[in-house]
């Protein structure tokens, strides 16, 4: 799949601004660039200067100048894609950026596809395929917790796990192969009881990585926070205060809230999407209906579902509406907030019955709190709450952390071949079969770093790349 051939494209992104990136990279990348190039009042050739240097000069079709520009160049192999790249910092007009694209192309260069740089540093060997998904992990990286992921990610930690368990296989899978060869001569190179521990260790390290990708998932993609309740509760004023915006329209009317809601806030590193939904109640206007069946699909896909109760509701009611919320959730490992809503209204009569009835409906993992969204009272206990849910402890003790499907479902699969290893070595297996389960554990550990790779599985990842990148 090597091609040197000539590719370019913009990197920076669409629009008017102050500057702009075209970035070259290729077998003659220099030698284009300095036939289009003139340095003024001088008779610099870009062929003839050092790598990593920067050179300001214009470049020019024919005698129209196209446009003033600074060129920074890295010869290979220390560069990123591991070829001759140059990078050319213009003004920022859409105008000139087409203007100088085109005069590359004319001149012999092709447009790049989307990720073709960074494919082309993976198939240069600058980085392994975990590596190469990272730099688009981190490109989209809108938190600091996953900025801290994808970057650990692509300095190699994840890269280094997988060497690891790879290199520590590759060892007895020799000795096991060894051992065929001698089969006649009934004799064991590889110590069985050694193999078992080491299969039992890699086994417990694999499962550990595979627990973290619900929380690299998180990280990731934002935790769903689903806002339930009975209509007029305040769920829509809540939403509004944790944003500290007018998102939503607040009214006293009952059923104001007919569709979901969603935004995104980020809290102390780590983003929250909240989901304002419609109230939950018996209803025959068609349009609301909908929106309640839209707030159970809500639930269904939420991390954590706040529950909000106005305090002044009727206790049926109140029991009735989180029935069917806990009927919801089921046995599912969602977290269930329970928020009792307009607590400067609250008698201590009411607020008895309430916790009464909250009581006998919620289990141990789920939490009650007493708010108010209109006043902000302990509105900041709760975010606290929210981030308790999202145990940071790996991130911030540098642990790996999955947050791609592809490494997960590998893993998955590497999991289950060496569990068939290990339950050969416990009933005796001959080492031809145990060498086979190894040799799978082996193929799905190298997918992940891209040692066994397809066309196909290239094309997948590298076509959701930027162009440019």
Same mark, same amino acid.
């Given at each position: 799949m090597i091609n040197n051939d000539i590719i370019c494209a913009i990197s920076t992104p669409q629009g008017n601004g102050a500057i702009a990136v075209i970035r070259l990279s290729g077998s003659g990348a220099i030698e284009l660039c300095n036939k289009l190039f003139q340095s003024p009042k001088t008779d610099k050739k870009l062929i003839d200067q050092p790598a990593n240097t920067i050179h300001f000069g214009v470049l020019k079709e024919g005698d129209k100048i196209i446009d003033e520009v600074v060129i920074s160049l890295f010869k290979n192999p220390h560069s990123y894609t591991g070829e001759d790249i140059v990078e050319i910092s213009c003004h920022g007009s859409e105008y000139i950026q087409q203007q100088i694209l085109q005069?590359?192309?004319?001149?012999?260069?092709?447009?790049?596809?989307?990720?073709?740089?960074?494919?082309?540093?993976?198939?240069?060997?600058?980085?392994?395929?975990?590596?190469?998904?990272?730099?688009?992990?981190?490109?989209?990286?809108?938190?600091?917790?996953?900025?801290?992921?994808?970057?650990?990610?692509?300095?190699?930690?994840?890269?280094?796990?997988?060497?690891?368990?790879r290199g520590q296989l590759l060892h007895f899978i020799s000795l096991l192969e060894l051992e065929l060869d001698f089969s006649e001569e009934d004799v064991e190179f590889a110590?069985?009881?050694?193999?078992?521990?080491?299969?039992?260790?890699?086994?417990?390290?694999?499962?550990?990585?595979?627990?973290?990708?619900?929380?690299?998932?998180?990280?990731?993609?934002?935790?769903?926070?689903? &806002?339930?309740?009975?209509?007029?509760?305040?769920?829509?004023?809540?939403?509004?205060?944790?944003?500290?915006?007018?998102?939503?329209?607040?009214?006293?009317?009952?059923?104001?809230?007919?569709?979901?809601?969603?935004?995104? &806030?980020?809290?102390?590193?780590?983003?929250?999407?909240? &989901?304002?939904?419609?109230?939950?109640?018996?209803?025959?206007?068609?349009?609301?209906?909908?929106?309640?069946e839209r707030t159970f699909d809500r639930i269904d896909k939420a991390s954590i579902v706040l529950f909000l109760i106005d305090a002044n509701d009727n206790e049926k009611d109140i029991s009735t509406a989180i029935k069917k919320v806990k009927d919801r959730i089921g046995k599912s490992d969602k977290k269930l907030i329970a928020l009792l809503n307009k607590i400067d209204q609250l008698d201590k009569t009411k607020e008895k019955a309430i916790d009464n009835i909250l009581s006998k409906n919620l289990e141990k993992p789920d939490t009650q709190l007493k708010i108010s969204a209109k006043t902000g009272e302990n509105v900041e206990q709760l975010i606290s709450e929210l981030l308790s849910v999202v145990n940071l402890n790996a991130l911030n003790q540098n642990e790996v952390i999955i947050t791609n499907i592809r490494h997960y479902e590998a893993l998955q699969r590497a999991s289950e071949s060496l569990q068939r290893a290990i339950d050969g070595l416990n009933t005796g297996i001959t080492g031809d079969f145990l060498a086979q389960d190894i040799r799978e554990t082996l193929h799905y550990l190298g997918e992940i770093t891209g040692e066994i790779t397809t066309d196909e599985v290239l094309g997948n990842i590298f076509k959701n790349f930027c162009i440019g990148k």
């Open positions: 005069l590359f192309i004319k001149n012999g260069a092709r447009f790049a596809k989307p990720g073709e740089f960074t494919m082309r540093a993976f198939l240069n060997g600058k980085m392994d395929l975990s590596q190469a998904e990272a730099v688009a992990d981190l490109i989209a990286s809108a938190s600091a917790a996953s900025h801290k992921v994808a970057i650990q990610q692509m300095r190699g930690g994840f890269s280094s796990e997988i060497a690891i368990l110590d069985r009881k050694q193999l078992h521990n080491l299969l039992h260790n890699i086994s417990m390290l694999i499962e550990r990585l595979l627990n973290s990708f619900k929380l690299g998932n998180v990280i990731k993609n934002g935790i769903p926070v689903a &806002i339930v309740g009975q209509t007029n509760v305040g769920k829509s004023t809540l939403l509004n205060r944790i944003l500290n915006e007018e998102k939503a329209i607040v009214s006293e009317i009952a059923g104001t809230t007919r569709d979901v809601i969603e935004d995104v &806030i980020n809290i102390e590193g780590v983003s929250f999407r909240f &989901i304002d939904t419609a109230g939950i109640r018996d209803t025959t206007d068609t349009i609301e209906t909908i929106g309640i």
